[in-house]
């Protein structure tokens, strides 16, 4: 599948932008990039009648702004991920051009205090920059902003999904400090610089960097490839269109179970559920002849089939790396 279209206007010359907070830095002065979530109504409001708003805001700050379809969202919400990209003082001018936009216009950027909300998204990788050694970074950046930040737990993160959500509450002001001083933080950590070239990698949930896995609108990204070759396909039923349902059984070794399942079957729910398959594992103990190897059998149509198939031996893949 081709790269997705996005909303999205040519950025435009634009005038400096100074921010008092920010003073020039080699890091700074690097492309960098930020990305968040809006529901699809502040979304609206940032594209603007015609794309009338986005392209004003990207002439005045000079960075670049896109928006995913509005059928795409971030994994387990309704929420449309905006990526602003350019250098530091761009990205942060176009930041406050869209606070103050959204926080004009949207009631639903604010919580039951009235208090504007902003959830950020952030490599898992990056966040223990963020974090830093035993809460020590994030506690200054709360104390330096005075806005709340949390971010979400390690642990919580859906199958395939490699962001956690960074969430900022408080004032445009204290909204706009925060996100300098974790912007300060991020480009210094070149996991973060990297990730720019592929800042797009939920289409539903599409797996980053492993082609073949559909989204859940059906889509394939491009033509299947074994990840790890742990999770060997033994047969499959074919000669069926896409709408019909086939069976595939994979021989998965014993000690690969537990990632698959998952603590209280979390793993395995969230794959039936993404992917609307049926899976089923052969009882502890029962193994394929000869081998220590338990029968994992997947029932749904090709791609939903297909997509399952990735997730478990992308599941295991992680697992053994780690």
């Keep these: 599948m081709g790269s997705p279209n996005f909303a999205s206007a040519s950025p435009l010359e634009a005038a400096a932008f100074d921010s008092p907070r920010s003073p020039a830095s080699d890091g700074k002065s690097k492309p960098a990039h930020i ?15 015609g794309g009338s708003t986005i392209s004003d805001f990207q002439m005045l700050s000079g960075a670049r702004i896109q928006l995913s379809r509005n059928n795409e969202f971030f994994p387990g919400t309704s929420d449309r991920i905006i990526m602003v990209s350019g250098s530091f003082h761009e990205i942060m001018k176009a930041m406050e051009l869209i606070l103050g936009k959204l926080l004009h216009e949207e009631e639903d ?16 990788s990056s966040c223990g920059a963020l974090i830093g050694k035993g ?3 994030i506690k200054s950046l709360i104390e330096d902003s005075q806005a709340n930040i949390k971010i979400s737990p390690q642990d919580s993160l859906l199958i395939g999904v490699r962001d956690r959500l960074v969430t900022l509450t408080g004032s445009q002001e204290e909204l706009l400090c925060a996100l300098d001083l974790i912007l300060s933080k991020l480009v210094e950590d070149s996991y973060y610089l990297r990730s720019v070239s592929s800042p797009w990698p939920y289409l539903g949930v599409v797996l980053p960097t492993h082609p073949g896995v559909p989204n859940v609108h059906g889509m394939s990204s491009s033509e299947p490839s074994a990840i790890g070759g742990k999770a060997p396909r033994k047969k499959a039923v074919s ?11 994979l021989n998965i070794a014993d000690e690969h179970i537990g990632v698959i399942v998952g603590r209280g079957g979390k793993n395995i729910t969230e794959i039936t559920e993404v992917t609307g398959t049926k899976i089923k594992i052969s009882e502890r103990g029962v193994f394929l002849p000869g081998t220590n190897d338990r029968k ?8 939903a089939v297909s997509a399952a198939e990735e997730l478990i031996k992308l599941k295991i893949s992680d697992h053994s790396e780690s």
């Design 35 to 49: 990305r968040f979530l809006a529901s699809h109504t502040a979304a609206g409001s940032i594209i603007g009648k």
């Design 109 to 124: 950027i604010t919580d039951a205090e009235g208090r504007s909300r902003l959830k950020l998204l952030v490599p898992n």
């Design 135 to 137: 809460g020590s970074t």
């Design 239 to 249: 000669g069926k269109s896409p709408d019909q349902n086939e069976s595939v059984t």
């Design 296 to 303: 994992v059998t997947i029932t749904g149509s090709h791609e």
